[in-house]
């Protein structure tokens, strides 16, 4: 998949992460996007013109995934 080929968003903008420091890592929180199981796909955006870099799982600085979960009430 590149850019060029990526399928379209389909919903709103959930966060503005605003200025991130170069070589740092940002923090998204999507709790109240993920309300059961199933598949999530996430459009990262950058609106600025100084770009975005991200790694994939295959790259120097694999992104993580952290899940929090609840027990059942």
Do not use: C, I, Y
């Amino acid at each position: 998949m590149t850019w060029a080929t990526r399928a379209p968003a389909t919903g709103p903008a959930v966060s503005d992460m605003g200025a991130a420091a170069a070589g740092g890592w940002v923090e998204v929180d999507v709790t109240t996007l993920v309300k059961r199981t199933g598949t999530f796909g996430f459009v990262l955006r950058p609106t600025s013109s100084d770009g975005l870099d991200v790694s994939s799982n295959q790259g120097a600085h694999p992104p993580h995934l952290v899940v929090d979960t609840l027990p059942a009430p």
